[in-house]
């Protein structure tokens, strides 16, 4: 007889959204940032699979974030929720290089509800045992940690959502992920990633992704897993909103099973408020940056697109500037040109 069940991976969906497995992601703007995610399994049985997760986020300095998290996850009679506070701090070195950590403390209550059992002859016998509530009530405090690490257009990520629990126990469910944007010369950009889940006491899961973006507007998400789940789904983005769906389907000798389906809602509410801009410190970062341009080997499709943002964010600082730093912000420009031509130059982007 085959049984199939959700497993604890389940708790920790992430096919549309990773905030909820790496708190390093908390915070990443200004804005305030909402996401509703939610996850069915085993439609057609009664108390079946479900995973709610909601979380709310904003950045409260340039380099720090916080946010607050919920998770329930319900199946038959078992409950489980957790609530979590979530810290994240931001390092960057330069617009492609950076390193982000994020800490969550929380509380995890785990319930049983007895009177979701039935005592028809079909579901329990004459002297079966019943499970007594005492081993599944329980309130533990837990904390995880995240680490996210961007290197050019390379982000490598490692957490472990539920490290340490109070009553003395680790739980080493660890995921490292690995991804690569690259931009296309049209408006398609391709995001492959790879997830690697060290799950205690199951089999391990390799799980590969591709997403294909349209001008962050339209996203079509497709991926694979070890265990043999196919996963396809899409996005669609219109100003600060945000849904995504996506379908995940078991394939060889798990075909038996029913199709599992997640959907996320995001919501971005304004930009938070911003520092002074100070020019000279601005224009010195592009500065750098074109440095490290022309001292490196860059992808020329990246180098395309950076070149056209750094000309709209000159024309921004400009319109910002103040006469008294006129002159120091005039030969700062000059350096600037010259090294943008440099580049161009460099890399043969003339007729780009």
Partial sequence: MLLSGQDLQNFYSY????????????????????????????GAVANSPNNVIALIHAGISETQGVGIKMINDSRGVFST??????????FNFNEQNYIRFGL?????????????????????????????????????????FGMVAGVRQFELGVSAPHMVLSDGSLEPFIFTTLSYRYDTPGPITLIPA????????????????????????????????????????????????????????????QTIANSANEIAVRLKIGQGKKAPVDVRSEIQKLLDETAAMLGGDYDRAYLKKRLAEIDRQLDSLLS???????????????????????????????NE
């Fill in 15 to 42: 096919s549309l959204d990773w905030t909820n497995i790496n708190n390093a992601y908390v915070g990443v703007d200004r804005s305030i940032n909402t996401l509703v995610m939610t996850r069915s399994q085993f």
């Fill in 81 to 90: 929720t957790r609530f979590d506070a979530v810290y994240s701090q931001r």
């Fill in 104 to 144: 969550s403390f929380g509380a995890l209550n785990s319930n049983i509800d007895l009177s979701k059992l039935s005592n028809g002859d079909v579901t329990m016998e004459s002297g079966d045992p019943v499970p007594a509530s005492s081993l599944y009530n329980y309130t533990y405090f837990t904390s995880g």
């Fill in 194 to 253: 790879v997830i690697y889940q060290n799950k205690p006491e199951q089999d391990n899961v390799v799980d590969g992704f591709i997403t294909v973006d349209w001008r962050e507007q339209v996203q079509v998400i497709t991926g694979y897993t070890s265990d043999n789940r196919l996963r396809l789904g899409a996005g669609i983005n219109y100003k600060n909103l945000g849904i995504s769906y996506i379908n995940e389907n078991p394939t060889g000798a």
């Fill in 320 to 350: 910002k500037n103040t006469g008294e730093n006129a002159r120091e912000v005039d030969n700062s420009l000059n350096e600037l040109e010259r090294q943008l031509l440099l580049i161009i130059e460099k890399y043969d982007l003339t």
